[in-house]
């Protein structure tokens, strides 16, 4: 089993900038890849960025150039670095971690953090 807790959401204007965080806990070395995806009223949760537990990282091409996720093994967290924020990045953001294998994979989640972006 895997705990996850997110923060650092909030309002923000337009160009803004915003740092979110995601502890987890519980069997951290089983964790193959932690990643946030974000949801927003009427449509389907999508996958923001991606960490590998090997430190490989993938965006979606709409955050490319301004959001940064990385990790921090020490602190079993994982970070969202999210710079000229745009309305359309308004969103309940949610942490993932995945295990098990491509065959069985087992995806645990977070609460979610809200993030709105005033234009």
């Known amino acids: 089993q895997v705990q996850l807790v997110e923060s650092g959401g909030g309002l923000v204007q337009a160009g803004g900038s915003l740092r979110l965080s995601c502890v987890a806990s519980g069997s951290i070395l089983s964790i193959n890849a932690m990643g946030w995806y974000r949801q927003s009223p009427g449509k389907q949760r999508e996958l923001v960025a991606a960490i590998t537990s090997g430190g490989r990282t993938n965006y979606a091409d709409s955050v490319k150039g301004r959001f940064t996720i990385s990790r921090d093994n020490a602190k079993d967290t994982v970070y969202l670095q999210m710079n000229s924020l745009k309305p359309d990045d308004t969103a309940v953001y949610y942490c993932?971690?995945?295990?098990?294998?491509?065959?069985?994979?087992?995806?645990?989640w977070g609460k979610g953090t809200l993030v709105t972006v005033s234009s």
């Open positions: 993932n971690a995945n295990t098990g294998s491509l065959l069985k994979r087992v995806d645990y």
